[in-house]
């Protein structure tokens, strides 16, 4: 009968074959960080919601449409949710720890489950992991150079192949709005002619429009100014010195005038890794930027801050498979002539691990020869194989892969597995 169970919608079991790609990502990204200098952190899976409209932006898609907002038991208030992204909470974290007063830049990463109440479609869950790195308490340019070029090369090393790196800058408080007043200009001559959600993004948050996947929009963007002709002197350096940096370290730019980020906070620096070709709503593998004025929002001094989030779920789809991941991890199976009598195997299976040997015992009440069988097909190297012989310390050593078989003493178990397997393996 079929469970009247299912994980609910948007999410996905990942099962041991899904988490040996997964691992071999979080691994990857975890001694990547390490190698780069940022030190891992964690923040709670859920937050005041005040942190995500706060720290998110509140007429974003993120905020507006996507929170995951809970009910406080015993209240209908919606007080918390969870989170969307991690850079808000890294940067409440930040400031509720003083952070500012360790040495700067703070560099930290995270790599964990985001929640977004999306409507799911392929690629779009409503529990997926990301991959965060962020520099806190920098100005850059260098250090924008640096995060971008620890992505770029996680995605090149995990086996994505054509990752393109499209930037943009998106200015400053104090050259973006006449940016944005001009953009307005530009679209509002036409603003009848677009659907309402574009009108309501041009009227509360008009930089949201070059997000726009709309038709007529993406018409009506063509021949509309561009951030870069407005820069002030400051981010024109910025841009510039970051070209520079990126050219040093072999990262390919493609620059991308439309490219904003939906999150409010950016300023300056923004981009977004694709793979050649792939350029649609749901196929960015991730991006990032700098947030000068974030930590801001949270009640510290102006403090500058660079970050990215790489998408994990879609990532893994991919990176492919680990194809020298082993099937199993057990080197050895300790089976036994007598179903019934499993304390022996137990404790044998318990030695060899205490001395590091990946081992199980089968414990299921059937025949030798299913035990053999099973310990084949989960890939062991050995079984040990527990009959009479126990009496006088001995038991069989059976190799599965060569198909020989030798008596061998229990004191002497562990070091002939760890020899034969150690030379097997090396050989
Ligand atoms: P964002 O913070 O929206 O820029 O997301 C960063 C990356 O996370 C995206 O480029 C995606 O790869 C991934 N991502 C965002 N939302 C989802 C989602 N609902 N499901 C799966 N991956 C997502």
Redesign the pocket.
């Known amino acids: 009968m079929p469970s009247r169970f299912q994980a609910p919608r948007g999410t996905r079991d990942l099962l041991p074959a899904d988490m040996a790609t997964f691992r071999r990502l979080e691994d990857d990204a975890r001694r990547m960080a390490a190698l780069y200098g940022y030190r891992p952190i964690e923040t709670p899976m859920f937050e005041d919601s005040g942190v995500f409209e706060r720290g998110v932006g509140e007429v974003t898609d ?1 905020v507006e449409k996507e929170l995951f907002r809970i009910r406080t038991p015993g209240s209908d208030e919606e007080r918390w949710a969870l989170r969307p ?1 991690p850079t808000a909470g890294i940067c409440r974290a930040y400031v509720e720890h003083g952070m500012h007063t360790l040495p700067q830049p703070v560099k930290v990463t995270m790599f964990g489950p ?1 929640f ?1 109440y ?1 409507r799911p479609q392929a ?4 529990q ?1 992991w ?1 991959w965060d790195v962020e520099a806190i308490g920098e100005a850059g340019p260098a250090i924008d150079a640096e995060i971008i070029e620890l992505a770029y090369r996680f995605l090149n090393e995990v086996g994505v192949a054509n990752v393109e790196m499209h930037l943009n800058s998106i200015g400053d408080q104090h050259c973006r709005p006449r940016y944005i007043e001009a953009l307005v200009e530009h679209m509002s001559a036409s603003a009848h002619e677009l659907p309402e959600l574009e009108r309501h993004r041009l009227a509360k948050n008009p930089l949201r429009v070059l997000d726009s996947k709309n038709a007529r929009t993406l018409g009506l963007l063509g021949d509309a100014p561009r951030m870069a002709d407005f820069l002030c002197d400051a981010c024109r350096v910025h841009w510039e010195g970051l070209l520079v940096h990126l050219e040093t370290l072999g990262v390919p730019v493609t620059p991308a005038p439309l490219l904003v ?3 409010d906070y950016y300023t300056r620096t923004a981009f ?2 694709y793979q050649t070709g792939e350029q649609g709503q749901q196929s ?5 930027g700098r947030y000068d004025g974030l930590i801001e929002l949270f009640g510290a001094k102006p403090t500058p801050g660079i970050g990215f ?3 994990i ?3 893994a789809a991919l990176a492919g498979r680990p194809d020298d991941a082993p099937l199993a991890h057990a080197v050895a199976i300790v089976v036994g002539a007598d179903p019934g009598a499993t304390t022996a195997r137990l404790r044998l299976a318990t030695e060899l691990r205490a001395a590091g040997v990946p081992s199980s015992a089968d414990l299921a009440q059937r025949t030798l020869s299913r035990q053999l069988e099973r310990a084949a097909r989960e890939g062991a190297h050995f079984a040990v194989v527990v009959g009479d012989e126990l009496d006088s310390g001995q038991v069989q050593l059976r190799d599965l892969e060569a198909g020989t078989q030798r008596l061998v003493n229990v004191a002497d178990l562990t070091r002939e597995i760890q020899r034969a397997h150690g030379s097997h393996r090396h050989g």
């Open positions: 993120i992204e985001m977004r999306d690629g779009r869950y409503r997926f990301q980020r939906g999150l977004e890794f960015a593998l991730g991006g990032g989030g790489l998408g779920d879609r990532i």
